[in-house]
C-alpha cells in the first residue's frame, strides 16, 4: 500500500494546538491545588514554592506567601527568644549566642555518638574528626557556662511577669490557666508572692478569675462560674452522672481580658 494511504486516515495535528497543551494543563490548575500546595510546603519548606513546576502562573503569589511565612516564623523566633532572655537575665544577643552554642553542643554530640557506634571501623582521619567532636562539645559547654554567669537573675515580681507573659502569649494558652501552669516554663519563684500578684491583678482587672466545677467522674469541667456565691454548693448537679457539689469539685483558675497585659 502507498505511504499516502497509510497516513489519509491519521488525525492531522495542528502544531499550534500542541503548543497550547501544557498552557492549558496549567490553566487546570485549581485553588484547591494552590492552597493544598501551601499545606504540604508548610510541613517541609525545603524548597522554594514559587519555582514549583505547573505554578508558573501562580508564582507572584506563592512568593508573597513564602516572604509572609519566613517573617511571621522569624517574628515568633524572635519572640520566644526575647523572653528566654529575660528568664536568663541576659540581653537578647546574649541569649542568641547560648541558643547557638546548646545548638552546637546537641549536634556534635549525636555524630560523636555515631561515632562512638562505630568505633571499631575507624581509621585515623575518623578518628582524629571524633576527637574533634568531643573537643568543640567540651569548648561550647564552657562558653555557655561561661555567658549564663554574666546573668543578672530578674527580681522575683519580674519573673512573676514573665511567666505571665509566657502564659499570654503560649500555644498551650487556650482560655484559661491554673496557679501551677508557670511549671511548663520552668520557672521558679515565691508561690506566696505568685498568689499575691494573681489577687492584685484580678482587682486590678487584669486577669479574670473563674471557678471551674469539675465532673468527679470524668474529671472533666462541666461548669464555670465567675462569683463564688453562684455555685451551687451542696446541691445535686444534674448532667449525665449527677453528683453533689462540694468544694472538693472546684479548681480555680485565671484567664485574661481581651486586651494584653
Request: glycine share 2%; charged share 30%.
Amino acid at each position: 500500500m502507498p505511504y499516502n494511504e497509510l497516513i489519509s486516515d491519521l488525525p492531522i495535528i495542528d502544531p499550534n494546538v500542541c503548543s497550547d497543551r501544557g498552557a492549558s494543563a496549567e490553566n487546570k490548575i485549581t485553588r484547591e491545588d494552590v492552597e493544598r500546595l501551601k499545606e504540604n510546603w508548610l510541613y517541609d519548606p525545603i524548597w522554594d514554592i514559587e519555582e514549583t513546576e505547573g505554578f508558573e502562573s501562580f508564582h507572584d503569589e506563592l512568593l508573597a506567601f513564602r516572604i509572609e511565612v519566613k517573617a511571621s516564623r522569624e517574628l515568633k523566633r524572635e519572640k520566644e527568644l526575647d523572653l528566654e532572655a529575660r528568664k536568663m537575665g541576659v540581653s537578647v544577643e546574649t541569649a542568641r549566642k547560648i541558643q547557638r552554642l546548646e545548638y552546637t553542643v546537641s549536634a556534635a554530640t549525636q555524630r560523636a555518638k555515631r561515632g562512638f557506634a562505630n568505633v571499631t571501623l575507624m581509621d585515623e582521619d575518623d578518628a582524629e574528626y571524633l576527637i574533634n567532636e568531643i573537643v568543640e562539645v567540651a569548648i561550647a559547654s564552657i562558653k555557655i557556662e561561661q555567658l549564663k554567669e554574666t546573668a543578672i537573675s530578674p527580681t522575683p515580681l519580674g519573673l512573676i511577669n514573665i511567666a505571665l507573659e509566657c502564659l499570654h502569649n503560649s500555644p498551650f494558652y487556650r482560655s484559661r490557666f491554673t496557679t501551677h501552669s508557670y511549671k511548663y516554663f520552668n520557672l521558679k519563684f515565691d508561690k506566696k508572692l505568685w498568689h499575691e500578684t494573681l489577687s492584685q491583678m484580678v482587682q486590678d482587672g487584669k486577669l479574670i478569675q473563674n471557678f471551674e466545677l469539675i465532673d468527679p467522674v470524668g474529671d472533666d469541667e462541666v461548669a464555670v462560674y465567675h462569683n463564688y456565691s453562684d455555685i451551687p454548693l451542696d446541691q445535686i448537679f444534674s448532667e449525665e452522672y449527677p453528683f453533689v457539689v462540694t468544694e472538693k469539685n472546684i479548681t480555680i483558675t485565671y484567664s485574661f481580658p481581651k486586651e494584653s497585659i
